[in-house]
């Protein structure tokens, strides 16, 4: 045996026994570091974590009672600034409310039926529920409204609260002498003391006020902040509890059933008005009392020492069922690897040698062809790349344009009528204003009648939005509700046009239909027809609606009496930009449209023939 052959062989025996040698040590060192390693951690760090975990809390637990007292004295200082701002906002509608009655009808009505007006508006007025937070008073004393009605219609100008002050006239004085000002009263004796505003009315003779019990508003702060402590997130080891006096009125719904009466019995032991942080050893607990004194409030903040340890304890316990199934995991595998690996080290190493000499033989003879094979496919695949993609970009934008011309075509034609509508509703509201017939109720009908149209022209967009999705959903719809609904939107422009609007609904049936699509069919059936009709001299023009209902189809009728449509043109009628109207006045997708939804999307059909006195166009809709 030559040298060469003997090195080879001892070579391969190297390579099958390295392996397993070096991944069977590697694997004892690292498993036995590993585990070492993390149990000298646990031991030597569970204390100081705890200690970590414990001051954490209390510093969390400290900025968290902070927070509530800054809350706290902020809604305390600025509780008169808060009830002074509700007073004004009171004051400043009841003006403005009076004086626009007074403006409005001043001229037009008597002096007395306007005061009656105004007193009516202000008496509803309501805040909190309740009605006549306002009052009225006039200068000489006399009571107008009053927030109780006892006094009302009384002159109360000698009236004296409980600390004995003429207080209707330092209010009589204010308002004459300032125009607006504040005073604080108890009006009665045994009432909480509260903040009144007085504001001149500049019209006769008369001031209003309104007042806010003080001790009511405290009250109101104090819920509140109870309420955000109530619902603001809680951590699972803390809990917050509030006394007021020795009477505990909050404590954090989360834990309240997890702490034990006894630790909410020393809690009010420890109520002491010095801040800071108390140990109760027994319970095993820390709280952190802070007193808040114009509120009268204990704010407690506590944690248990025993959570934290349940933490930590149950860290460890998984950390040791984790080591456990890693070590196994590791020696499984271990054990894996190396059997496999001395399996494929042999069987690589007979076969090895005889694979590279081939390789190398068959590299060298394919090495020329598959360099020229390369360049020839790098051309072909980077001309096929370029005219693929120029056939992608022309279908794109063909798509694009085709799309767009369509989508900007209908919604012109469908948004051209209710454009003309809202139109109408703006002169209309213009003439009732110049001539001053403007009134609440005709601006409110006015208002409703532009946001119906607004709704339509909104539906219209969403219609042709979806109008090619696949995924639109029929509804169960009564024909002739949606008829009306119709009607509601077109009865009137077409009144301002002079045409009348008939409708026949000899049906009550349902289909399964596309509501919108349905409705913007009829609409654009209408809109043909009253362009017809104005577009000719017809002595009474008018539109007729019918629905009629047989075995297995509903049909609707829409019909005119501007003379109907010679034959040649109900040929074309319903084809693509095919108009009698020209370009200025419509595109010929009208009808076209209306053709395919009521085919396609409706499972129906429509037709258009002549009638005695004009045009009808019905649509047949199966069951």
């Known amino acids: ?267 009010g032991e420890h109520l002491a008005k010095e801040n800071g942080w108390i140990e109760l050893p027994k319970e095993n607990a820390h709280i952190y009392v802070h007193y808040f004194e114009p509120f009268d409030w204990h704010i407690i903040y506590g944690f248990k ?33 190396a059997l496999l690996v001395g399996v494929l080290t042999v069987i690589v190493s007979r076969h090895i040698i005889a694979i590279i000499r081939n390789y190398k033989e068959e590299l060298d003879s394919s090495d020329a062809a598959l360099r020229e094979l390369n360049i020839s496919l790098q051309e072909q695949v980077k001309e096929e790349v370029n005219a693929h993609r120029e056939k992608e970009k022309m279908l794109i934008q063909q798509s694009k344009m085709a799309a767009m011309g369509d989508m900007i075509s209908m919604i012109a034609h469908q948004w051209r009528q209710p454009l003309n509508q809202m139109s109408y509703v703006l002169m209309n509201i213009d003439s009732a204003y110049e001539f001053k017939e403007l009134t609440p109720e005709y601006m409110d009908e006015k208002v409703k009648e532009g946001t119906r149209l607004l709704e339509y022209m909104s539906h219209t967009i969403d219609d042709f939005k979806n109008f090619f999705k696949p995924d639109k959903e029929r509804s169960n719809e009564q024909i002739s509700e949606v008829i009306e609904h119709v009607v509601t939107l077109v009865e009137k422009p077409l009144a301002s046009n002079n045409i009348t609007l008939e409708m026949s609904l000899e049906s009550d049936a349902r289909l399964m239909i596309y509501r919108n699509e349905l409705l913007q069919v009829i609409l654009s059936l209408i809109a043909n027809a009253k362009d017809v ?55 010929g997708l009208g009808l076209y449209m209306s053709k395919t939804i009521v085919e396609e999307h409706l499972n129906g059909e429509i037709k258009v023939y002549n009638s005695d006195e004009g045009a009808c166009f019905a649509i047949t809709l199966k069951k």
């Open 533 to 587: 009709l104005l577009s000719g001299e017809v002595d009474h023009p008018k539109i007729s609606i019918v629905v009629t209902e047989e075995s297995k189809t509903v049909t609707i009728t829409v019909c005119d009496n501007g003379g109907g449509v010679t034959e040649e043109i109900q040929e074309k009628i319903f084809e693509p930009y095919f108009s009698t109207k020209g370009e200025k006045s419509g595109t």
């Open 305 to 337: 020492k025993e959570f934290f340890n349940s933490v930590l304890q149950d860290q460890q316990t998984k950390m040791k069922k984790e080591i456990d199934q890693e070590m196994r995991f590791i020696v499984y595998v271990s054990i894996f690897i």
């Open 1 to 267: 045996m030559n040298l060469k052959a003997f090195r080879e062989r001892w070579t391969l025996r190297l390579i099958s026994i390295t392996p397993l040698t070096a991944i069977a040590i590697l694997t004892v060192v690292i498993t036995s570091f590993y585990i070492d390693k993390l149990n000298y951690y646990f031991k030597e760090n569970a204390a100081r974590y705890l200690d970590e975990y414990i001051m954490g809390e209390k510093r969390q637990g400290e900025e968290f009672v902070k927070d509530i007292n800054i809350i706290a004295n902020y809604n305390y200082e600025h509780l008169d600034e808060s009830v002074k701002k509700e007073l004004d906002e009171r004051l400043q509608l009841a003006h403005e409310s009076a004086s626009f009655i007074y403006d409005k009808y001043r001229g037009r009505l008597s002096e007395k039926a306007i005061k009656e007006r105004i007193v009516d508006a202000l008496s509803s007025m309501t805040w909190h529920g309740k009605e006549n937070y306002v009052w009225i008073t006039d200068y000489e004393g006399n009571s107008i409204l009053s927030d109780s009605g006892e006094s009302e219609h009384k002159n109360i100008s000698g009236f004296t609260d409980a600390d004995g002050r003429a207080i209707i006239l330092e209010e009589i004085q204010m308002a004459r002498k300032y125009g607006e000002g504040y005073i604080k009263t108890r009006f009665r004796e045994g009432d909480s003391r509260q903040l009144v505003k007085v504001v001149d009315f500049d019209h006769f003779g008369w001031f209003f006020g309104s007042g806010i019990h003080l001790d009511r508003a405290m009250h109101e702060k104090k819920v509140e902040l109870l309420h955000l402590l109530d619902t603001s997130p809680k951590d699972r080891s803390g809990y917050v509890a509030i006394f007021e006096g020795s009477e505990l009125i909050l404590i954090s719904d989360k834990n309240e059933t997890a702490l034990a009466p006894t630790l909410l019995q020393k809690m």
